[in-house]
């Protein structure tokens, strides 16, 4: 065959250094290139579908068969400090400061941000974190696996135990990864009697205080005599004081909280003061005489706790603007910040300030009387005029705001507009019990008599008191007659 009865060379015949290939040799290249293509194209293909088929086929399978498993049971949380579990756990208990908060102090702990924040927001289910306090304790539980050694690693954040108020509990416990459980439990708080019972020889303050008695309560206490009592002039070396109280323990005999006085007697210059605590129907509480009339007056005699007397009702020169004139109140030495309260029930009349008494506050009370407060530091919260205030409420903190040389209270009682003395002031006083309500005193005065004659047999008492005022125990536990009352009538 001659090279004219060759077939034509095909459109694909290549051409190299000039010279033109055989035809045979072209489209064996051409078929092993295809196949390539196909290949690559196929497994392409097959790699796409069967990423398509786990990414949502499976998921739903793999759902499935678990929805078919049993759920786990859900852990519990204990109730007391510690919940079994198999991980080591260890706590320790930090306090806030002023200023400070509760994602403050988790920082400070070395807990991250999304574990607090976690935590943090579960909390927020039962209670705000925000209406924590300075003084506040919080205990943290770090925990670590039971195989691992604690000391060579650090845990992991396990939650929050705190008491925000005595009869509150919250336990905060981690369940999984940034889960958290939580608990808001009740403290059931059982009440406990204590008498102080003391010889004053300094201040009534320091006696009530040497006899174990809160400050809280000696406040109470102060404030109940303070109607009929001056203590910067009345109180004399000698007189005796005598107090029933109750506190408030949890179960783990641990102290919650001060519970309330139910008697106090205070012997002044040979007179004996004596008032029971009674509840009214309504839940308000009340002190009476063993007659039945109410302790409380319509204004108290001192509306500041611990304050001196610094300057008297009457003519004289004043201080700062050098001439003689009349001052129109009383004025209480006392440090800065110290609490003012209301005198009584009433009104406010004015909350604000003059160039004379810087900050001040005028209530308007019952039988045309009126109380000014003045050079106050700083108002209490939410005071505003037209606003009802109760006697005992704090208005106000000591300052020296307006014309004053130091820190200090400067009280005004006015009656129908004209200043009256605070100390000679000869108020009526309040409530007196009808025959109901005498039996129900009655009934509290014994009550409180059977108190202090069980814990006086018991000795309960003696550990606290000093070495003196426990002949004047024993001499009360051998002479009953000193509360022996009376029968009252209407």
């Known amino acids: 065959m001659t090279d004219a009865s060759l077939p034509p060379l095909n459109q694909g015949t290549a ?14 290249q051409q078929r092993r290139r295809a196949r390539r293509y196909f290949t690559l194209s196929f497994l392409a293909c097959l790699f796409l579908a069967l990423w398509l088929l786990t990414d949502f086929v499976l998921p739903d399978a793999n759902k499935a068969a678990l929805s078919a498993r049993p759920a786990p049971a859900p852990s519990l949380i204990m109730t007391n400090w510690h919940e079994m ?39 927020q289910q039962v209670f705000d974190p925000r209406g924590l306090k300075p003084g506040q304790k919080v205990r943290i539980f770090t925990e670590w696996p039971q195989d691992s050694d604690p000391d060579s690693q650090i845990g992991r954040f396990a939650g929050f ?23 808001d439990q009740n403290r059931p708080l059982s009440d406990r009697y204590f008498v102080a019972d003391a010889l004053i020889t300094s201040s009534v303050y320091e006696a009530a205080r040497s006899s174990g008695m809160a400050p809280s309560l000696v406040v109470d206490m102060i404030r109940l005599f303070s109607f009929n009592i001056d203590f910067q002039r009345d109180i004399r070396e000698g007189d005796q004081l005598e107090v029933l109280y109750s506190r408030r323990f949890d179960g783990g005999n641990q102290l919650a909280e001060e519970g309330d006085i139910l008697y106090a007697a205070l012997t002044n210059r040979g007179k004996r003061h004596a008032y029971w605590r009674l ?11 063993e007659t039945g009339k109410s302790v409380q ?15 008297r009702f009457g003519m004289r020169r004043h201080p700062i603007l050098g001439y003689t004139r009349l001052h129109r109140g009383l004025d209480f030495a006392a440090p800065t910040g110290t609490p003012i309260y209301a005198a009584g029930n009433g009104v406010i009349e004015k909350v604000t300030r003059s160039r004379e008494y810087g900050r001040f506050i005028r209530l308007q009370h019952s039988n045309g009387y009126e109380t000014v407060y003045a050079h106050l530091s700083r108002f209490a919260r939410g005071l505003k005029a037209n606003a ?19 820190p200090h209270l400067h009280y005004e009682v006015l009656h129908y507009g004209k200043p009256v003395n605070p100390r000679t002031l000869d108020l009526p006083p309040g409530r007196k019990l009808d025959e109901n309500g005498l039996v129900a005193l009655q009934t509290a005065i014994a009550g409180a008599q059977k108190r202090i004659s069980s814990l006086a047999a018991r000795d309960n008492t003696l550990r606290s008191l000093p070495r ?3 002949a004047s125990l024993s001499e009360r536990q051998a002479a009953p007659s000193r509360f022996a009352v009376p029968t009252a009538r209407p």
């Open 85 to 123: 579990a198999p991980m080591h756990r260890r706590n320790r208990t930090v306090t806030m400061k002023k200023n400070d908060s509760l994602a403050a102090l988790l920082t400070r702990e070395g807990i991250g941000p999304i574990a607090a924040d976690a935590a943090l927001d579960t909390l």
């Open 279 to 289: 509840e009214h129907d309504d839940g308000n509480a009340a002190f009476y005489d």
């Open 388 to 406: 009802k205030v109760r006697q005992g409420q704090i208005i106000g903190f000591v300052g020296m705001s307006g014309l004053a040389t130091g």
């Open 15 to 28: 051409q190299a250094d000039g010279l033109m290939l055989p035809p045979g040799t072209v489209a064996p």
């Open 468 to 470: 003196r005022s426990r």
């Open 161 to 183: 135990d705190l008491i925000p108020s005595p009869r509150q509990r919250i336990i905060l416990r981690r369940t999984g990864h940034l889960t958290f459980d939580i608990i």
């Open 297 to 311: 007056r319509l204004l108290m005699k001192t509306p500041v706790d611990g304050a001196r007397l610094s300057s």
